[in-house]
């Protein structure tokens, strides 16, 4: 598979040097005013580029996400790992994961004690939408199309040790068993990656669990219980309050998920912690599925459209949002984590990519099972 045809690179350039931050980089989302949001996997805040020049974002803003919504531990990062913009709000989500602590590289018997503990931070059990108006991200607002109505941010109700999607899939027969024991992101443990939203469905993509070589989408759809407060709907039969979309991506997990009108953009990469292929793929159907799917690259409803370059130690893709040129419909912005130093001009600055999707034909749909 040949490697996606670079059209542009995009210069981001923040007001902070920190490594946490420009090094970080784990998602990314373009609004309709123009303005690009980003995250960090190590923050709790989401920081706002405005366009200053062609291809250049700056004039960069913090928003602290204490400021709209609930966090359990201001402290704690969010793990932040998806963006997405959708009906006057811009979604986002945590990993929804535990992590192991890493070794400080000492070599000793404590570092060996370190890789023992496994930590759950609460504030990686977030899903939460913010208001957006006037390029601002907002507590609240009177929605500019129902005047007799108010947007609010919000996020979904915590249960437990995590929230109501994670008490939802407690039982479930694929998911149950890495909830209950809390098996680590990047360790092939529940991770939230991908975040895709159309209305009130929001659709995650799992970095991990990968089944036998299947990564999942699981898709919910959420209400306003009360003001600031999200809760689950029933989406699937029998009033199910989850479905799940297994996708074949050649056993790697996802990485982030995206809109391209009604078909989705997968970016795919390694579960684990290794270096290896990152793939995008366009999945279509998925809006038309009743119950759970299987989508497969030999039944023509997945297909991938191009691969990454690979720079080994680097440039891990982690965001991924579509973007407009001039003389291409479709173009999609990545930003990576661990970014390779070829993309640093400054220390204030970092560069995306901009990769061209190829045209493809109608693909066929997908099978429900």
Same mark, same amino acid.
């Given at each position: 598979?040949?490697?996606?045809?670079?059209?542009?690179?995009v210069?981001?350039r923040?007001?902070?040097?920190?490594?946490?931050?420009?090094?970080? /980089?784990?998602?990314?989302?373009?609004?309709p005013?123009? +303005?690009?949001?980003?995250?960090?996997?190590?923050?709790?805040?989401?920081?706002?580029?405005?366009p200053?020049?062609?291809?250049?974002?700056?004039?960069?803003?913090?928003y602290?996400?204490?400021?709209?919504?609930?966090?359990? +531990?201001?402290?704690?990062?969010i793990d $932040?790992?998806?963006?997405?913009?959708?009906?006057?709000?811009?979604?986002l989500?945590?990993?929804?994961?535990?992590?192991r602590?890493?070794?400080?590289?000492k &070599?000793t018997?404590?570092?060996?004690e370190? $890789?023992?503990?496994?930590?759950?931070?609460?504030?990686r059990y977030?899903?939460?939408?913010? !208001? $957006?108006?006037?390029?601002?991200?907002?507590?609240?607002?009177?929605?500019?199309?129902? !005047?007799?109505?108010?947007?609010h941010?919000a996020?979904?109700?915590?249960a437990g040790?995590?929230?109501l999607?994670?008490?939802?899939?407690?039982?479930? +027969?694929?998911l149950g068993?890495?909830?209950?024991?809390?098996?680590p992101? &990047?360790?092939n443990?529940?991770?939230i990656?991908g975040?895709?939203?159309?209305?009130?469905?929001v659709?995650l993509?799992l970095?991990?669990?990968?089944? +036998?070589?299947?990564?999942?989408?699981?898709? $919910?759809?959420v209400?306003?219980?009360?003001?600031?407060?999200?809760?689950?709907? !029933?989406?699937?039969?029998?009033?199910?309050?989850y479905?799940?979309?297994?996708? @074949?991506?050649?056993g790697?997990?996802?990485?982030?998920?995206?809109?391209?009108?009604?078909?989705?953009?997968?970016?795919?990469?390694?579960?684990?912690?290794?270096?290896g292929?990152?793939?995008?793929?366009? /999945?279509?159907?998925?809006?038309e599925? !009743?119950?759970?799917?299987?989508?497969?690259?030999?039944?023509d409803?997945?297909?991938v459209?191009f691969?990454?370059?690979l720079?080994?130690?680097s440039?891990?893709?982690?965001g /991924?949002?579509?973007?407009?040129c001039?003389?291409?419909?479709?173009?999609?912005?990545?930003?990576?984590? @661990?970014?390779?130093?070829?993309?640093?001009?400054?220390?204030?600055?970092?560069?995306?990519?901009?990769?061209?999707?190829p045209?493809s034909?109608?693909?066929?749909?997908?099978?429900?099972?």
């Amino acid at each position: 598979m040949p490697d996606g045809f670079l059209l542009s690179r995009v210069l981001l350039r923040f007001e902070q040097t920190s490594e946490d931050l420009l090094g970080d /980089l784990s998602a990314a989302a373009l609004t309709p005013d123009g +303005n690009l949001w980003v995250g960090s996997d190590e923050f709790t805040t989401l920081e706002r580029l405005t366009p200053i020049a062609p291809y250049i974002y700056g004039d960069h803003r913090t928003y602290a996400l204490d400021e709209f919504v609930s966090l359990a +531990n201001p402290e704690d990062e969010i793990d $932040i790992e998806g963006l997405d913009y959708a009906e006057g709000y811009l979604w986002l989500t945590g990993s929804h994961s535990t992590k192991r602590k890493k070794v400080k590289g000492k &070599k000793t018997a404590k570092d060996i004690e370190r $890789i023992e503990t496994i930590k759950r931070e609460d504030n990686r059990y977030l899903l939460a939408r913010i !208001p $957006i108006l006037g390029g601002e991200l907002l507590k609240s607002c009177t929605d500019p199309e129902q !005047p007799d109505h108010s947007r609010h941010a919000a996020s979904l109700r915590h249960a437990g040790t995590g929230n109501l999607l994670t008490e939802a899939l407690a039982d479930d +027969n694929h998911l149950g068993p890495f909830l209950s024991f809390p098996l680590p992101s &990047k360790e092939n443990g529940f991770d939230i990656e991908g975040l895709a939203v159309r209305g009130d469905r929001v659709f995650l993509g799992l970095r991990g669990p990968v089944l +036998n070589g299947w990564a999942m989408i699981v898709e $919910i759809a959420v209400a306003e219980s009360d003001a600031g407060v999200l809760t689950l709907k !029933p989406i699937g039969p029998s009033d199910a309050l989850y479905k799940k979309h297994f996708v @074949d991506l050649n056993g790697l997990g996802i990485r982030e998920l995206c809109f391209l009108e009604e078909d989705l953009l997968i970016l795919a990469g390694p579960t684990m912690t290794l270096e290896g292929a990152m793939r995008v793929f366009r /999945l279509q159907g998925i809006l038309e599925q !009743p119950s759970d799917s299987l989508s497969s690259q030999d039944s023509d409803d997945l297909e991938v459209l191009f691969d990454l370059p690979l720079t080994i130690g680097s440039d891990h893709a982690e965001g /991924l949002t579509l973007f407009p040129c001039l003389d291409h419909n479709s173009a999609l912005m990545v930003v990576y984590d @661990d970014p390779n130093a070829a993309r640093r001009s400054d220390a204030h600055s970092v560069y995306a990519d901009v990769f061209r999707l190829p045209l493809s034909p109608p693909l066929s749909g997908t099978t429900a099972v």
